[in-house]
């Protein structure tokens, strides 16, 4: 494993909440729309953040704005996120945590270049699980 860090979930304010921890932090921040990814998108939603890095030294805060359709609520608004060595291992993992659990994302090679799958555990905790895919 390489690490983990937490990746927070907003409801459209993301961009509000990582400019005010890049703030906090003094931390480098690197941001992705939805309007940027190879996928459909609903024009409502164009303008929210697919994803958001905030890196200060060892410290990384990742976060994301939900779909509409999929609102976050106080409580479920966060996963923490494993960073894996390997494809293989992520899937170890992946099976191992999902035991009982509720699969929200199946792991699987994502267009940004990780296999990557998403998963809450028999205790309600959110988990993400991604490898670096190796490259072409």
Known sequence: MQGTNTYLSFNGNCRQAVEFYKKCLGAEMEVMLFSQAPCDTPPEAKDRIMHARLTKGPVTL??????????????????VAIHCDSVQEAGKLFAAFS???????PLQDMFWGAHFGMLTDQFGINWMFSAELPKK
Not at 99 to 105: F, I, L, M, Q, S
């Open 99 to 105: 035991e009982n659990g509720k699969v929200t994302c």
């Open 62 to 79: 990742m976060a994301s704005d939900s779909m509409m359709s999929d609102p976050v609520q106080q409580g479920n608004n966060f996963h």
